[in-house]
C-alpha cells in the first residue's frame, strides 16, 4: 500500500457526533465499532489479538480507530520507580494475555513516555488509509514491544511507515503537518467527550446510540459474546 495511492485527508474529529465519526461503510449499515487505543498502552498490546479474532469474526462490521493519548506531551523521563510500575504491567499483560516484551526496553536511559508522536502517526495512516489503521497499530505495537524500537521518535516511526508500504517521504510530510498534529488533539479531545477512562477501550455504536463493548482488557470470546449479544439486540429492534 502507498501513502501516494492513499486518499486525501478528510475533516477534523472536533465537535462530531457519533455518526459523523463513523467511516462511510459504517453510515450506510448504521452500525459500526469504535476503537480506542494508544500504541504505547501495554494493555492494548495484549488486547491486539482480541481485536484481529473481532475484525475476523465480525468482517462486516466497520472499526473505525481513535487514538486515545495515554501519555501525550510529557517532558520528563522515567525514573526508577516509573520503570517499575511500568515493567508490572508488562508483566501482567505478559501472563494473562500471553504478550511478548522485550524488557531491554528498561536499559533505556533517559526516556520519555511520550506517546503523542505514535498517536499521530496513527492519525495519519488513519486519515489516508482507514482501513489499514487498526494494522498499522498493531504494527507499531509489535516494534516498540517485542523489537523494543523507540516509537516516540520521529525517525523511527517514518521507518515503520515504510516498512509497512507507505512512501517515507509522504508519510514525514503530513506527520509534520499541523493539519495532522490538530486532527491528534481531536483524537484525544473525542475520547475525553465520549467518557474513555483507560484503555483499551470498544464501542459499538447504531441507531440506538453507543453500547460499552469493553472498557479495559478482556478476554476474546467475552468481547465476542458482547457484539453478539449487541447485534442481536438490534435485530429484535429493527
Not at 185 to 202: C, D, E, I, W
Request: some cysteine; hydrophobic content about 40%; charged content about 25%.
Amino acid at each position: 500500500m502507498s501513502a501516494a495511492k492513499a486518499t486525501t485527508l478528510g475533516g477534523t474529529l472536533s465537535c462530531m457526533e457519533t455518526r459523523a465519526m463513523a467511516p462511510e461503510s459504517e453510515q450506510e449499515t448504521g452500525r459500526g465499532l469504535i476503537y480506542f487505543a494508544d500504541p504505547m498502552c501495554s494493555w492494548c498490546w495484549g488486547f491486539s489479538p482480541v481485536m484481529q479474532a473481532v475484525r475476523e469474526r465480525f468482517a462486516d462490521l466497520p472499526v473505525r480507530l481513535i487514538a486515545g493519548g495515554l501519555s501525550p506531551g510529557v517532558r520528563t523521563p522515567l525514573d526508577e520507580r516509573a520503570k517499575a510500575g511500568i515493567r508490572e504491567h508488562w508483566q501482567q499483560v505478559a501472563e494473562r494475555a500471553g504478550a511478548e516484551f522485550d524488557y531491554g526496553f528498561f536499559e533505556r536511559p533517559s526516556f520519555i513516555y511520550d506517546t503523542e508522536p505514535a498517536c499521530r502517526a496513527m492519525v495519519v495512516v488513519q486519515a489516508h488509509a482507514p482501513q489499514a489503521s487498526v494494522d498499522f497499530l498493531r504494527h507499531l505495537q509489535a516494534a516498540f514491544y517485542r523489537h523494543n524500537r523507540d516509537i516516540s521518535d520521529r525517525a523511527v516511526l517514518c521507518e515503520l511507515a515504510g516498512e509497512f508500504g507507505f512512501n517515507r517521504q509522504t508519510f514525514a510530510r503530513q506527520f509534520d503537518s499541523e493539519h495532522i498534529r490538530q486532527e491528534t488533539r481531536n483524537h484525544f479531545s473525542v475520547t475525553r467527550q465520549m467518557g474513555v477512562k483507560g484503555f483499551p477501550a470498544l464501542f459499538a455504536v447504531d441507531a440506538r446510540g453507543r453500547h460499552v463493548i469493553t472498557s479495559g482488557y478482556r478476554e476474546r470470546e467475552e468481547v465476542c459474546e458482547a457484539i453478539r449479544r449487541w447485534l442481536a439486540a438490534g435485530s429484535e429492534n429493527e
